[in-house]
């Protein structure tokens, strides 16, 4: 709320009236409406105005200041404004209800505690969106008991709000209000149990993931004909020798050297999870297109016409033909050796397209970018030829780097040779090959030679293959076999392919995926499925926030919420006992306008009033 200023004039006379004024939110974006008119008031500096508005606001909520010397004038404001919005007349204050006999205590001031204060906001979100997604019917449909719901729910919460170890998470959940939410007692709570249900959860996994992607699907009016296909790597901290399925292979976490598992996601064109699994740390992409398609047809069912999207490392013809011989469509960006000979095609600039990237769905501000779009059909595929200035600045530069770092590699190998240091002809091809391994993408521009007899090392610069690759940096293609795309509706729809790497930055970031510290498979692939259902519980509630037009990260929302708690307000009264009071405190204008957005009650918890007599010894 906030003070506005309006001058009139009647009969040559110019008068002065102050608005109370709210900013709304409106089918049409935000509006000011006058809450109610407040006279002239004199004249006050801006500072004074903002303290009036504030304490008008607090008693609005419910909160009044005992010491308040403005009271009165507080209260006629307030008075005015319930009188607004009961559409009567404006008169004066509406009468008190009458307080109940039991409600009218005397109370000592001075002796007043809080205590028990525990943050409430966060999750009451998280909780009202477990509820949302019918999580506690779908685990109670699939055989757990009360209690084995109850453990799987907060551990859910937890990977979402602030994840932690099985052995520290005791500790957060009694820091929070969920044993008030949950109507549970946690005092007792250790981390066995929680490791317990990692076991009685691992076998639940599938039916829990088909049964949460049909009540999405109806909950969100969700889209069932993309499929987004995409992996990564997480890896281990210790050996996780009782993990048939850690390996070392290729890290996207940039961690070589340490064992991982390779996670797969199915997410829909909205971002959410339809079905995943945990392979091997050294299985190749192109290997896990049909295990998973055999997923998604046990998961939730495939239909003809459907459309799998993948990227260029799962591009083989062999996957291409899995796809068509279940009756569904493909979308793939091509591997590099088969982008390479359209080079003519992309050099032509006739005929190509120019169209802009969309705004991020989590983000509204983020700069457009510039994309230019050919499609060239043949009799049985389509292929759209895409040039992005910002991935051509990308490209070069990746590339300038790692010839900056190869030429210096090879310099150092060069010295070694020359200063004797490395003789043995076939440990010299050793270290070449070993540079050609490590710098793949510039070794192919150069031919690297070593003559034993006369022990000189050259490396000579291929300047047609150099100049090739020049002319196709910024670019790529991306081919289907649908004939009913447009060049651009082609490209959006991989572009689409981002929301399943949304899903794998979230998991592995704010949900905290890796490092993995479990030891046994079963209780590595139970933790990764409690990250993929917290996630849902993420893009649920960012989902329903983009909706209404609000773009804000699950981060922030949980920064703002945090300071909604539930505390335990202790009075002693003046027959010698205790009057304790469990509740929610008054939530803040922001809190309000966020629980508001999000379709959720203001109230974590209803009031709790319990009594205790003391006792003194005489």
């Not at 799998?308 to 033909?321: F, P, Q, S």
């Not at 405190?585 to 974590?604: F, N």
């Not at 918890?605 to 003391?614: A, L, R, V």
Request: positive net charge.
């Amino acid at each position: 709320m906030f003070i506005r200023k309006k001058f009139g004039k009647y009969k040559e006379r110019t008068y002065v009236n102050y608005q109370l004024v709210e900013s709304v939110r409106t089918p049409k974006g935000p509006r000011q409406n006058v809450v109610c008119s407040l006279g002239d008031l004199g004249p006050r500096s801006r500072e004074d105005w903002l303290v009036l508005v504030h304490k008008v606001e607090s008693a609005l909520a419910g909160q009044t200041d005992l010491f308040d010397e403005a009271g009165g004038e507080v209260r006629d404001i307030v008075a005015n404004v319930r009188a607004r919005q009961g559409k009567g007349p404006i008169r004066s204050a509406q009468p008190r209800p009458q307080a109940q006999e039991d409600d009218l205590v005397t109370v000592r001031t001075d002796a007043i505690e809080n205590r028990s204060d525990r943050e409430a906001g966060p999750v009451h979100v998280a909780y009202q969106y477990w509820k949302k997604l019918g999580l506690g019917e779908i685990l109670a449909d699939v055989g757990l008991s009360h209690r084995e719901s109850m453990l799987t729910c907060v551990m859910t919460l937890n990977r979402l709000l602030q994840p932690c170890s099985e052995h520290s998470m005791p500790d957060w959940i009694r820091s929070t209000a969920l044993g008030d939410i949950l109507a549970e007692d946690f005092d007792t709570l250790t981390e066995d149990p929680l490791y317990r249900n990692l076991d009685g959860l691992y076998p639940k996994r599938a039916q829990i993931e088909s049964r949460l992607a049909v009540r999405e699907r109806t909950l969100f009016n969700l889209d069932q004909t993309v499929f987004l296909y995409d992996l990564t790597s997480t890896y281990f901290e210790g050996r996780s020798s009782k993990n048939w399925k850690a390996r070392k292979g290729y890290s996207r976490d940039k961690r070589p050297d340490c064992n991982q598992v390779v996670v797969g996601l199915v997410v829909n064109r909205d971002g959410f999870p339809l079905a995943h699994e945990v392979f091997e740390g050294n299985v190749q992409d192109q290997k896990t297109v049909g295990r998973m398609l055999d997923l998604l047809e046990a998961r939730i069912g495939l239909e003809p016409g459907q459309t799998v999207v993948v990227d260029r490392g799962m591009a083989y013809d062999k996957n291409i033909d899995e796809i068509r011989s279940r009756n569904l469509h493909y979308l793939v960006a091509t591997r590099q050796s088969e982008r390479d000979q359209w080079l003519s095609e992309f050099e032509d600039l006739n005929g190509f397209e120019e169209v802009f990237r969309t705004n991020s769905p989590t983000n509204a501000y983020q700069r457009k970018s510039r994309v230019s779009l050919r499609m060239k059909r043949t009799q049985d595929e389509t292929h759209v030829l895409c040039l992005s200035q910002g991935r051509k600045e990308k490209d070069k530069a990746i590339r300038e780097k790692q010839e900056r770092r190869y030429l210096a590699d090879l310099e150092k190998l060069k010295n070694r040779v020359s200063s004797g240091r490395l003789v043995k002809p076939e440990k010299i091809g050793e270290a070449i090959g070993r540079l050609k391994e490590r710098y793949p993408r510039v070794a192919r521009y150069y031919r690297v030679e070593y003559d034993s007899a006369s022990k000189s090392f050259s490396a000579e610069l291929i300047g047609e293959k150099l100049a090739k690759a020049e002319g196709l940096d910024g670019s790529y293609l991306l081919k289907t076999d649908r004939t009913d795309l447009s060049a651009e509706q082609a490209w959006r729809i991989h572009n689409l392919l981002t929301r399943a790497e949304d899903a794998f930055r979230a998991m592995k970031s704010p949900l905290a995926e890796r490092p993995i510290f479990h030891q046994l498979t079963h209780r590595v692939d139970t933790h990764i499925f409690l990250c993929v259902l917290a996630y849902h519980l993420l893009v649920a509630i960012e989902k329903t926030l983009r909706d209404k037009g609000e773009h804000i990260c699950f981060a922030r929302l949980r920064e703002k919420l945090k300071d909604h708690r539930v505390s335990t307000m202790v009075l002693p009264t003046d027959d010698g006992r205790l009057l304790k009071i469990r509740k929610t405190s008054t939530p803040e204008p922001q809190h309000r306008e966020l629980y508001k957005l999000l379709e959720i009650p203001e109230q974590v918890i209803g009031p709790k009033k319990s009594w205790i007599e003391i006792h003194h010894d005489p």
